[in-house]
Nanobody, 125 residues
Framework: QVQLVETGGGLVQAGAALRLSCAASGRTFSLYNIGWFRQTPGKEREFVAAIDWSGRETLYADSVKGRFTISRDNAKDVVSLQMNSLKPEDTAVYYC??????????????????WGQGTQVTVSS
């Protein structure tokens, strides 16, 4: 079982950038596909991006494609989410989670486990 902790959130103005980190503990981190999701009050958790265990394959939601970049360093047990050109609609709590069940990337939050506690991202207009 892998444990995940998100950091890097904050309050920024529209157009700014933030870099979120998802740090893992546990020897099996490199076996997991990792996904980033976000959630606002009263809404379901929304898929943002995912990266496969090797780091070679990535997947993005249309709403962040071209602005966000997901990457991982298995030697350091970290997955990062570089968020550029932030918009007010990106405001949410961001979570990372692991999917060990399949080799292909999935966007449904129910396929993921080992959720972190989340980090708040607030983008002001």
């Amino acid at each position: 079982q892998v444990q995940l902790v998100e950091t890097g959130g904050g309050l920024v103005q529209a157009g700014a950038a933030l870099r979120l980190s998802c740090a893992a503990s546990g020897r099996t981190f490199s076996l997991y596909n990792i996904g980033w999701f976000r959630q606002t009050p009263g809404k379901e958790r929304e898929f943002v991006a995912a990266i496969d265990w090797s780091g070679r394959e990535t997947l993005y939601a249309d709403s962040v494609k071209g602005r966000f970049t997901i990457s991982r360093d298995n030697a350091k047990d970290v997955v990062s989410l570089q968020m550029n050109s932030l918009k007010p609609e990106d405001t949410a709590v961001y979570y990372c989670a692991g999917d060990i069940s399949e080799t292909y990337l999935r966007i449904g939050s129910t396929f993921y486990g080992s959720w972190g506690q989340g980090t708040q991202v607030t983008v002001s207009s």
